[in-house]
């Protein structure tokens, strides 16, 4: 790429001038029957699509956006003989280069009555043009939307450097019936909100519907929102691709989710003070932990190492639940976790219409220790709030099944999460092992080390995150165990995991109470403060109650919490 976004020489380059790479090449995948997985090339139904990241830059401006320093703007380059463009990408200057976008082709299986899969647009409209733009910037930029002729759609722009309209064969649209709705993904440059006439947002796509069996799929184009002139991404119309096939033949086999654990496989770093680390399930249940029944709470029994005891299905609606057992030596003993049985529960399934893969790596604590929060300056023990019985947390590995390319990892953190793209990750020496860290007592998952602050970050009031890379730490790949992957029909769920209710009891305290132990060691502004950030935490940190377990939550059949 060369001098990319050099506008004088005495102007840095940015770190989109740098092409991002894993530490280490990508393996030979285990190579499947059908020559799905890893392949190069995706069938939608009708519409071939090969994965793109070789680009020309076409246009940057180098302010606004994350950073304040801009974004460029490119054209796929080294596409296959017999693919066309469907859309151009962008990315904020703020990260190495570090994308795609999908090219397609029509695999030529005509059917009776059916039109191609792709056509020439009838014309183009300009969306808007930098020319009256204050901002620094490597030339003039064009954005472009194709007008798809009657029963096609547009899925991405076009970028020019010049204001003469491309030619109507520089892309290609799409048949409806091989596309779907979308919306706005991650901001990529503007100011994230419209305020003035003219001014200019520009977003990722994603497909609205995200999940297991959502058929949407991203084509890793951008879209151009304006204010004030009556174009917004309602009228543009940006459409992304669907798979039709939806059969997700190409999804790894077993062999091939082996090789995926083994290249990526997080290693998860606790902290030195941790008292509450993690465990398997089955020495969960072989040391002693009950199964508690409404109306019985006298009687509770003990739980199979298999999970075989307890209740299948249903919902969750507190007839039964888990905890610890009553006698208090060995309490205190499965409260404290078992690194020696620590293994972890795999969740393997088709995302964005199975051109992806998730993994989905979940980890079991038999206990969540107390929140502490920080305010000011002041550090405070917050005594039971945030205790529970029971802790699932999870990292999610997310996969190009173009290549078997690791494209980001979400890291849960109480209720909801984060996704980090692989330029921002951090990886175990030369290797392509993903690096995690487990916050103290409450588990939370986090890319770096350091102290995160859950409320107020700005006013320096919130519940402490904090991490640390110590000598106590989880290989995910050394044991796991693939509890389910239903694209495979082979998988046996283990017995657990359709246990629909909690792993720990509802706490029998007041949280309020609690809170006024804490508030009276607070300075007056600082009491009030600390109270609304409280009020505004979700049920997860505060701890009233034993989570459900992975196959319970939102995100088994969906797209994660952000």
């Known amino acids: 790429m060369g001098n990319l976004l ?76 017999g693919y066309f463009m469907l859309g151009c990408y962008s990315q904020p200057n703020n990260q190495p280069l570090f994308g795609w976008v999908l090219v397609g082709k029509d695999d030529g299986s005509i059917e009776p009555t059916s039109k191609a899969k792709l056509s020439l647009p009838m014309d183009y409209t300009l969306v808007w043009s930098s020319e009256n733009s204050k901002l620094k910037q490597d030339g003039n930029g064009y954005i472009w939307l194709p007008v798809p002729p009657q029963g096609y759609r547009a899925v991405g722009h076009v970028v020019t450097s010049s204001l003469e309209k491309p030619p109507l064969d520089k892309i290609r649209c799409v048949h409806s019936d091989l596309t779907d709705s979308c919306e706005h993904g991650a901001l990529i440059w503007g100011r994230g909100k419209l305020d003035l006439l003219g001014e200019i947002n520009v977003y990722g796509l994603r497909p609205t519907g995200r999940g297991t069996r959502a058929l949407g799929v991203s084509v890793g184009t951008f879209i151009a929102e304006i204010n004030g002139t009556g174009t917004s991404s309602s009228t543009l119309s940006l ?132 929140s502490r929060a920080k305010v000011k300056f002041i550090n405070i023990k917050l005594g039971r709030i945030g205790e529970h019985v029971g802790d699932w947390e999870h990292l999610t590995l997310r996969i190009s099944n173009f290549n078997g390319e ?99 009891p509802k706490i029998d305290y007041e949280i309020a109470d609690e809170l006024k132990k804490i508030e009276r060691f607070l300075p007056g502004k600082l009491k009030s403060a600390f109270k609304r950030i409280v009020d505004d935490l979700p049920n997860e940190v505060l701890g009233q109650e034993g989570p459900t377990g992975p196959k319970m939550k939102r995100s088994w059949s969906e797209d994660e919490a952000v």
């Open 6 to 81: 050099s506008l004088g020489r005495k102007r840095k380059a940015l770190p989109i001038a740098t092409k991002f790479n894993l530490p280490s090449p990508l393996p030979s995948w285990p190579q499947s029957d059908n020559g799905g997985f890893a392949s190069g090339g995706i069938n939608l139904g009708g519409l071939e699509v090969h994965q793109i990241s070789t680009f020309t830059k076409v246009w940057a401006i180098l302010e606004g956006g994350p950073n304040n320093i801009g974004a460029t703007f490119f054209e796929p380059s080294l596409i296959p003989d």
């Open 239 to 370: 459409s992304c691709l669907k798979n039709r096939d939806s059969n997700f033949s190409y999804m790894p086999n077993l062999s091939q989710i082996e090789a995926l654990v083994q290249a990526y496989s997080p290693l998860i770093y606790f902290h030195p003070n941790e008292p509450y680390l993690p465990s398997s399930v089955s020495w969960f249940f072989n040391n002693g932990a009950l199964l508690y029944k409404k109306s019985d709470e006298s009687n509770p029994v003990s739980i199979d190492p298999t999970g075989s005891n307890l209740p299948q299905g249903g919902s969750n609606d507190g007839t039964y639940w888990l905890d610890l057992p009553v006698d208090k030596g060995s309490k205190e003993k499965v409260k404290k976790g078992d690194l020696q049985s620590l293994g972890s529960y795999l969740h393997v399934k088709p995302m964005l219409g199975g051109t992806f893969t998730d993994i989905a790596i979940w980890v079991f604590y038999p206990f969540n220790g107390p």
């Open 406 to 504: 690791l494209q980001s990892v979400y890291f849960s953190q109480h209720s909801k999460g984060i996704w980090v793209n692989s330029p921002d990750l951090e990886f175990q020496g030369g290797n392509n092992k993903v690096v995690g860290y487990a916050s103290l007592n409450g588990h939370a998952f986090y890319p770096k080390p350091g102290l995160v602050l859950q409320g107020n970050a700005s006013l320096n009031i919130g519940i402490r995150n904090d991490t640390v890379n110590s000598k106590i730490v989880m290989d995910t790949g050394e044991r796991y165990v693939v509890v389910s992957a239903e694209y495979l029909g082979t998988i046996v769920e283990p017995l657990w995991l359709n246990y629909a209710r909690e792993w720990g």
